[in-house]
């Protein structure tokens, strides 16, 4: 049975995953820094995007993601260990984007493994690896 404590933890990192969705999808990337430590490791190279350290990752983001006319995260199966002031995740991503204004959707499935620490300001990501799970242009 979980801990009270286990239970909180693990509703608090879930919705730290939900916050990084909420402020790519509304493209407000300065939210971001309440999601990731400042030194978190961040690789989105299996989708076609970069790898690095979050400062430049999050920059990253701001010029690149305004391409794209829209998009949105949907995730689930959210699988959350916590031991002590760490933790891991992995959760499913199903992120269409939409390409042009004419109409075409780029459909990306994805798989975020998710590393987390235990802060003062409560919990931080300290790594997050995206696995391609498909994409389709439609």
Not at 42 to 65: N, Q
Request: hydrophobic share 40%; net charge negative.
């Amino acid at each position: 049975m979980l801990s009270l404590e286990e239970i909180s933890d693990r509703l608090e990192i879930q919705q730290l995953l939900v916050d990084y969705s909420t402020a790519i999808d509304t493209r407000r990337f300065d939210d971001l820094d309440r999601v990731f430590t400042p030194d978190a490791y961040i690789d989105y190279r299996a989708m076609g995007g970069v790898d690095g350290a979050f400062p430049e990752v999050k920059k990253w983001l701001s010029e690149v993601l305004p391409n794209f006319p829209a998009y949105s995260h949907l995730i689930g199966n959210f699988d959350v260990k916590v031991t002590g002031d760490t933790a891991s995740s992995r959760i499913l991503c199903f992120n269409p984007m939409k390409l042009s204004d004419d109409g075409q959707i780029l459909f990306c499935g994805l798989w975020y493994d998710d590393e987390f620490v235990r802060t003062a300001e409560g919990w931080r990501m300290t790594r997050r690896v995206e696995t391609k799970c498909f994409d389709r242009v439609v």
